[in-house]
C-alpha cells in the first residue's frame, strides 16, 4: 500500500497547455509539499501545506496553483506551460514534528 | 540564507572498498540534519536525521556524523546494493519547515 502516490508518472504536453499533477497520502500527516528536481538534480521546495492551509510559497510562477481539498492530498496545477517547466515534480508528506519527509515516486514532466 | 554543498559529485568505489561522502552547510541555527537516498527514477527516501554537533547514527553500512559545519555519510564495506545518489538536507531555525537540498552526491559501487 503507497503511503504517498502521485499521477501521473510521466506528462509529456506541447508549451501552452495547462496540466495537473495529482498527490494523495494516506500517513495520516498534517503537512504535504510539492518539490521540483531539475536536471540538474537539484531539489527544491515549491509549495508546503499544513492542514489545507498554504505555509510555504516560494518564488514560483504565478502559473503554477496548489490546491488542498484536504489533508490528505495536495494536487498541483500548471497553466500555460512553458520549456523551463520541464522536470521532475515531487509530492511529499511530513509531520510537523518530525520534518521527516516521504516522498512519492516522481512525476516526470516534458514540454515540447 | 541556507547554503548547501556536497562533495564529491560523483564517486565509484569498489565493492568492499569504504569512503566518506561530504556536506558542508551554512544555516541560521541548525533545526535537523537530514540525509536521504535516491534512486534512479524514485522519490528520495528518509535515511537519518542528526540534530547536534557530534551526534552519531548507523543504519547497516551507513554511519552519518555531524559537526557545526559539516556531515559525512560514512560507507563501509559497500555492496553494489547501496549505488544511490545521496542527498543531505539541513534545516534552519526558520519557523518553518522546509529543506534546502543538496545536489547530491551519485555512488556506484562495482562488484
Known amino acids: 500500500d503507497t503511503a504517498v502516490s502521485q499521477t501521473p508518472k510521466y506528462l509529456v504536453t506541447q508549451m501552452g497547455n495547462d496540466k495537473s499533477i495529482k498527490c494523495e497520502q494516506n500517513?495520516?500527516?498534517?503537512?504535504m509539499y510539492w518539490y521540483k528536481q531539475d536536471s540538474k538534480k537539484f531539489l527544491k521546495i515549491m509549495f508546503s501545506?499544513?492542514?489545507?492551509?498554504?505555509?510555504i510559497n516560494e518564488t514560483v510562477p504565478n502559473r503554477f496553483s496548489p490546491k488542498s481539498p484536504d489533508k490528505a492530498h495536495l494536487n498541483l496545477h500548471i497553466n500555460s506551460l512553458e520549456l523551463g517547466d520541464s522536470a521532475v515534480y515531487f509530492c511529499?508528506?511530513?509531520?510537523?514534528?518530525?520534518?521527516?519527509?516521504?516522498f512519492g515516486e516522481g512525476s516526470r514532466l516534458t514540454v515540447l | 540564507e541556507d547554503q548547501v554543498t556536497q562533495s564529491p559529485e560523483a564517486l565509484r568505489l569498489q565493492e568492499g572498498e569504504s569512503s566518506s561522502l561530504n556536506c558542508s552547510y551554512t544555516?541560521?541555527?541548525?533545526?535537523?540534519l537530514f540525509w536521504y537516498r535516491q534512486d534512479p527514477g524514485k522519490g528520495p527516501e528518509f535515511l537519518f536525521t542528526?540534530?547536534?554537533a557530534g551526534e552519531e547514527k548507523e543504519k547497516e553500512r551507513l554511519k552519518a556524523t555531524l559537526t557545526k559545519k559539516e556531515s559525512f555519510l560514512h560507507i563501509t564495506a559497500p555492496k553494489p546494493e547501496d549505488s544511490a545518489t545521496y542527498l543531505c538536507?539541513?534545516?534552519?531555525?526558520?519557523?518553518?519547515?522546509?529543506?534546502?537540498f543538496g545536489s547530491g552526491t551519485r555512488l556506484q559501487v562495482q562488484p
Open positions: 500517513l495520516g500527516h498534517d503537512t
Open positions: 538536507a539541513p534545516e534552519g531555525d526558520t519557523g518553518r519547515r522546509a529543506l534546502t
Open positions: 544555516v541560521s541555527g541548525l533545526r535537523g
Open positions: 501545506y499544513n492542514n489545507k492551509e498554504l505555509i
Open positions: 511529499a508528506s511530513s509531520t510537523v514534528n518530525t520534518g521527516e519527509l516521504f
Open positions: 542528526l540534530y547536534s
